[in-house]
């Protein structure tokens, strides 16, 4: 039986574990006692798995400084990795500063489409710069084991209702509130909703043509959204445990348990 290592390369060394998996990525891969990775590892009859990243990061930090180097590091040390899963392109589209200022109009007030919200060449753009890093952290997976397959993944389809954590603001209601998005039918629908599903559809898109060009690298794109009802989201970006386990179940369960031949 192995343990989950979150940034924590010290122990890790100290354990004289082999890893099995890798994983880079944001907070459904670090998020406080409710994260994607801990049904993960029971899943796969509890390998030894090293996270890096945080809980916030965004696509563009994690393909780059400590958190790269630290990643390549890691593919260098324990050859026995057979599996890495990255989680990356949420935080990059959601929140105060993004989904507001760079991919939403100023006054939506008057919209009734979810084309009519977004400003020019977005979300394109803002997905380019995801894809460009995922490029970099794929690269750098084949640099060093062009074998080991990749798992990447397109969240699911959030509900805009304000729900955050503690201290934090929201990262789907309040950006949309300050660019006026109309109201009618939200959360669980009317144009909030609508304009949510488009963006977790243009990031899938995005990656499932991200796939092909990175070849001969194993690479696939676990399909998890749709897979979650209502009552299993825990706030605007993070499953309940529950959720988590039913993705786990539902999506990554079967290609990770493929890539580590179990």
């Not at 603001?169 to 909703?193: A, C, F």
């Not at 499932?208 to 060009?213: N, T, V």
Request: proline share 7%.
């Amino acid at each position: 039986m192995g343990h989950i290592f979150w940034n924590d390369s010290s122990r890790l060394f100290d354990s004289g574990e082999q890893v099995e998996v890798l994983a880079l990525g944001d907070s459904w891969f670090h998020y406080p006692f409710n994260n994607l990775i801990t049904p993960l590892y029971n899943a796969l009859e509890q390998p030894t798995i090293y996270v890096i990243g945080e809980s916030g990061a965004r696509a563009d930090e994690l393909c780059a400084g400590s958190w790269l180097t630290n990643f390549r590091k890691m593919l260098v040390a324990f050859p026995q990795i057979r599996l890495v899963c990255i989680s990356a392109g949420g935080n990059d589209f959601a929140g105060i500063g993004d989904l507001d200022d760079k991919i939403l109009q100023a006054d939506c007030s008057a919209a009734t489409t979810v084309a009519a919200c977004y400003r020019p060449l977005q979300p394109q753009a803002v997905f380019s710069t995801v894809e460009h890093a995922y490029r970099i952290i794929l690269a750098t997976v084949a640099a060093v084991r062009p074998d080991v397959t990749v798992l990447v993944h397109n969240y699911d389809y959030a509900i805009p209702d304000g729900r955050t954590l503690a201290g934090l603001k929201s990262w789907l209601k309040l950006p949309m509130d300050n660019d006026r998005v109309p109201t009618p039918g939200s959360p669980l629908g009317g144009l909030r909703r609508e304009i949510v599903s488009d963006l977790i559809d243009n990031f899938t898109l995005s990656l499932d043509a991200l796939i092909p060009a990175v070849a001969p690298q194993p690479v696939a794109l676990v399909w998890s959204a749709g897979t979650l009802s209502p009552a299993q989201w825990a706030n605007e970006l993070h499953p309940t445990p529950r959720g988590f386990e039913k993705i786990v179940a539902d999506c990554w369960s079967g290609p990770a348990r493929t890539a580590l031949a179990l």
